[in-house]
């Protein structure tokens, strides 16, 4: 019930800007700590894979990107359910603030990927399915993001941005079987997954874990400063447009 | 709902509608394709699906612009909003009149231009079916597309930026049909996923089209 | 046949409230003029009304599916004939006695089978004029109908509307022009709204911090 | 610095990388998040002022 109650009420702009106004430079440091001290200790401390050799230290930057390429996608698509439904203004904005951060996480897994895939595979780029998934992922990220660009008045962005990523996640997840059944890959799919008892030791575990922590934390950072750059924007947009009519 | 089909399609054949425009544009993508990888039968080829698949797609998304952007501008799509027909049947109709008069003859002349590009024998077949099973999807994807940016007046390149991706799943389904034709293996299992694409796109594209329409014509 | 009312009715452009508070009445048979200098609302009040565009507030009735709308552009496609036009919108509006009797009421009959793109600014107007009377729906809004037109031309459309009324129909007309008609006319901008009213975006209530 | 043996450019660039794309953004959002502060805060003062 409180839980429900606190959450809702971050629909009004007014009372989400005072309870994000401190929130921003909270997650800020806690986000500096995590990313810098995971960073560190994977790059400088953990010995090298007997396989990957050093390579296996850009492990600390792919995966956790890639998770939050994702969860960046989702959260996108379940603000935009919340505006279609509640009307709520504020979860417009914030999935429009969404949309950079991940898609600057879709590029970092991108990047990292192709650079960890010369040492492994013998090429920068393989048309691995996973691969070539956040590859798709990130056209999507490009179009949506061209799409709130393109449109003046910003409910009228909302709701078609906001059609657009539900049409596009259910795409989205079809072009992942797609690409799968394209082409069957040459990605260790092991690797990446998180059950720390198959495949990934300790040693490599914790500062993961760390640095995923960071990316989290970060991601929130962004999003919550970005939510609130939005929220004044569309303030001054109103205020401009009433400015025009006196 | 049939009259809008009946009208667009008239709308269509008529002169300055624009058909034969992806035709032709499907016709030239085909015969420069050799001049940039070889002349060679053995290169051609094994290519010659994925280039037919490609050259079909971007002769449909070439069209796709005028779907609703013409009825917005001379204000039917305004009056086809307050007539007694449901918003989603009008896309349903406009994506339908779209299919036939760019998909169906892309469908028609493929086989034919497959020749040029030495795709092997029971290829044409299968790339006539693959584009059959596949081509309504990509005009359904289309309309939805043109929906979003019709209140837009450069909206062009937008749309393709917002179709292309969403195209993905139709492409791989759509190509691997017709290259397994002309290897000669059995098609059948992308050939079914092709197909449930495009049921796919029918049963839920017409509302995200009209409920984009809606919003445009706020 | 009802009376077209509309009741405290708020219309907004884009979220901004242009108009609000504004109650009128058309009765069968009756035509209402709305005056008002460009930018005050009319088109965008003629769009809610026939349902296009949510109200902020208020009410019209009847519903949308008893109103037809003639914007600025009509909608005729360029390539097909006055005919084939005039036979689509028939159709569509389920209408079964076909289209020779608007044909010959709007001096159209002459040009059924010449292309629209052919015809003069004044035979285009009442080609789009004909569509209103195909809708078989009594309430017609009109966006400046007589834009472009000449004053014979003014005339003659100024009689159809009248036959319209007479046969029970009502019609809302924004315009300029003095087009003869007996009907009061309203002007908006008494119903204007405030630009200090926020209603409609809940960005302009307050300060957002 | 860690030995990184003979992958020592992959992983130094994938590392730059990331940073560099992560600074990017965070310079960005704090760039244009004080620029519509600003914009904002004269907006309101023409308002009540």
Redesign the interface.
Known sequence: MSFSTSFWSLA???RF??LT?RAVPILSVLAGVCLVGGLVWGFFFTPDDYRQGSTVKIIYLHVPAALMAINGWLMMLVASLIWLVRRH?VSALAARAAAPVGVTMTLIALITGAVWGQPMWGTFWAWDPRLTSFLILFLFYLGYMALWAAI?????AADLTSVLCLVGSVFAILSRYAVNFWNQGLHQGASLSLDREKNVADVFYHPLLLSMAGFILLFLALVLAGTRTE??A??L???R??ER?? | MT??FL?DL??GV????GFGLGLAFFLIVVVLVPFGIGPETARLGPVAPGILWIGALLACLLSLDRVFAL?R?????????????PLEGVALAKAAAHWITTGLPLCLAAPALAVLLALPWPGHLWLAVSLLAGTPALSLIGAFGAALTVGLRRGGLLLSLLVLPLYVPTLIFGADVARRGAEGLSPLVPLALLGAVSLGCLAILPFATSAALRVN?? | MSALEVRDLAVSR???PLLEGLSFRVAPGDALILTGHNGIGKTSLL?TL?????PQAGRVAPG??R???G??????????SVA?NLE??A????LRGGIEGVLEEFDLAPLRDRAAQHLSAGQRRRLGLA?MGL?GRPVWLLDEPTVSLDAASVGRFARAVERHLAGGGMAVLATHVDLGLAAPRLDLSTFRAA??VARG????E???? | MPDLGRYALEVGFAYAATLILLLTLVGITIWRGRRVKRALQAA?GRRHG
């Open positions: 009004n702009p007014a800007m005072s106004a203004h003046d008045d910003p409910d009228t929220i004044r569309r303030r947009h109103a205020l447009l009433r009519m006196a | 009259r809008i009208r008239r709308l008529r002169a300055g509608g009825d501008e001379d204000g039917a799509l305004d009056l086809l909003a307050t007539a007694p027909v014509l706020r | 884009g979220g901004v769009r026939a349902g296009l565009q949510p949308p599916d109103i037809a709308f914007a600025h552009s009509d909608g005729m496609k360029a390539t097909l084939e689509f919108w159709g569509l509006h389920g569509r809708t630009p200090e975006d809940v960005f302009a307050g300060a957002v911090e | 309101e």
